[in-house]
């Protein structure tokens, strides 16, 4: 009899060692769901914190563009009393509007030229084999070590010895030269990843590379053009030191030194030059919010590859 007693308590203490095993895993199992929750609300407080951060002063900036000069002074962070629209339409008659159409022209003409040239430039260092094509890239990718400050006096030399200096062309060439480098690399890397079998195809039925490039490359690489289109914007829009300098003329200024005519040292109307500055955050915004599922996708998309 003492044997089978042995064996019913070995049996006995092998069942709870199996009953302690899933309670030790679901344990390390809650602890582990606790420590990710922690660091779950953690990021999102500062995300949250972050997007006061960003958010709030834009905020601040739309609401005191209802008010008069007056009222921001004394009331700065409150709501207007008065909901002044009418400096909207003062913005825009006083010069606004011809600044606006001015950064339109300059931007679109600056993405347009900086999509096209880095894009072929991206399907050539890809697809053709070529002497010195390391190289090549080496010197696009070295233009991203160059400052735009570092390069004003030769850059205005050049810009009046070539006759465009306060005109158009001045600050499109000029932004369009510091955007290909970053652009050439996203698009190159997103070049990398389309299959080498879908080229060969067309070539077989007698495609040149120019039909490769319009017919394969630019409809499948829409999310990362869009990409290079929104940075490249981003950039031109917003750049205000070029704009200063190379353009001297009210009718072909921009609106990021054009609304400099709005500021006065003794006399400023603030709710006038606060609503010329939401006027003018507004197409990138727009231009996000649109673009936006492709500027992620691109972004992801053109940084695997190297």
Not at 52 to 80: C, H, Q, R
Not at 179 to 188: D, G, K, S
Not at 222 to 239: C, D, H, Q, R
Request: glycine share 8%; aromatic share 14%; proline share 4%.
């Amino acid at each position: 009899m003492k044997p089978i007693e042995s064996q019913g308590d070995s049996g006995a203490v092998s069942s709870n060692a199996t009953i302690a095993k899933p309670a030790k895993i679901n344990a390390k199992a809650k602890k582990h769901k606790q420590g990710f929750s922690i660091v779950v609300g953690i990021i999102f407080l500062f995300l949250l914190l972050y997007f006061v951060a960003i958010a709030y002063p834009i905020f601040w900036m739309v609401v005191n563009s209802f008010k008069n000069t007056t009222e921001i002074y004394n009331d700065t962070w409150g709501l207007p009393k008065e909901w002044l629209f009418s400096n909207y339409s003062a913005a825009w008659e006083q010069g606004v509007s011809s600044y606006f159409v001015n950064s339109l022209i300059i931007t679109i003409g600056t993405c347009i030229l900086t999509v096209l040239i880095s894009s072929l430039c991206a399907y050539g260092l890809t697809r053709f084999q070529i002497k010195g094509g390391k190289f090549l890239l080496l010197f696009v990718s070295a233009g991203l070590m160059f400052s735009p400050q570092s390069g004003l006096i030769p850059l205005y030399e050049l810009i009046q010895k070539m006759g465009i200096f306060d005109t158009y062309w001045a600050l499109i060439l000029t932004f369009t030269a510091y955007r290909i480098p970053l652009t050439v690399l996203l698009i190159r890397s997103f070049f990398l990843g389309i299959p080498k079998e879908l080229e060969e195809s067309a070539y077989l039925d007698g495609a040149t590379s120019l039909d490769v490039f319009v017919r394969i490359f630019l409809p499948m690489s829409k999310p990362i053009m869009f990409t290079g289109v929104i940075l490249t914007a981003y950039y031109s829009w917003n750049e205000f030191l070029f704009s200063m300098l190379f353009i001297q003329t009210e009718e072909v200024k921009p609106i990021t030194s054009g609304l400099l005519v709005f500021k006065d040292a003794l006399n400023t109307n603030w709710g006038v030059l606060l609503a010329g500055l939401v006027i003018s955050a507004i197409p990138l915004i727009a231009i996000f919010l649109m673009m936006q599922k492709y500027f992620v996708r691109g972004l992801a998309e053109g940084s695997v590859k190297g």
